[in-house]
């Protein structure tokens, strides 16, 4: 039809989104989260889809010794994120949220077979998750306007990955593309 976006339906039970690193140093970096508001109107509709939809959002969150030191204000969840009590949140310490973490057995236990990615960065922690994601079998679902980077360079380095990971067959959807059948 014209003038509506094409919709990517989804199955609830067996849907998962991420949200990746989504934390507070990452908005505090000298340059700015590209498209920062953009990104968190996306984020947040996204996760009001799947909430509303009873399906599953997994929460993301990394630590090192630099910047995201665990349990330190810059290390939390930006604010603005709707968290739900109810919903996982996985701590790891690598860019790819499976490795050494239990997400795997997380979306194993409720039958997931669809991963939906957005969150921090782009050529980072997003991209390894993908990545991951793929080398483990799921299918995988990158969010186009539900990544960023802090990066001077953030409009080249998103289109850069959305184009590889797309020829690693990660399915490529805007956030307004996504719903449920």
């Not at 998750?129 to 793929?134: A, E, F, I, R």
Request: glycine share 6%; aromatic share 6%; net charge negative.
């Amino acid at each position: 039809m014209h003038g509506e976006s094409p919709r990517h339906r989804l199955n609830t039970k067996s849907a998962a989104l991420l949200v990746i690193d989504v934390q507070m140093a990452l908005f505090s970096r000298p340059t700015p989260i590209y498209k920062a508001d953009d990104l968190m109107r996306n984020i947040n509709s996204l996760v009001e889809k799947f909430q509303l939809s009873n399906a599953l959002v997994v929460y993301i969150q990394h630590s090192n010794n630099k910047m995201l030191i665990k349990d330190s204000d810059d290390w939390q969840f930006h604010p603005d994120l709707n968290i739900k009590e109810t919903d996982p949140i996985i701590h790891k310490i690598h860019g790819n949220a499976f490795k050494e973490t239990n997400l795997k057995q997380t979306l194993e236990s409720r039958g997931i077979e669809d991963i939906v990615i957005t969150g921090l960065v782009t050529q980072g922690c997003v991209k390894a998750t993908s990545l991951g994601g793929k080398e483990l079998g799921y299918r995988v679902i990158l969010i186009e306007d539900g990544h960023s980077s802090y990066s001077k360079e953030a409009p080249k380095i998103i289109e850069k990955w959305n184009l590889k990971l797309g020829k690693e067959q990660v399915e490529l959807f805007l956030s307004d593309e996504i719903d449920f059948v």
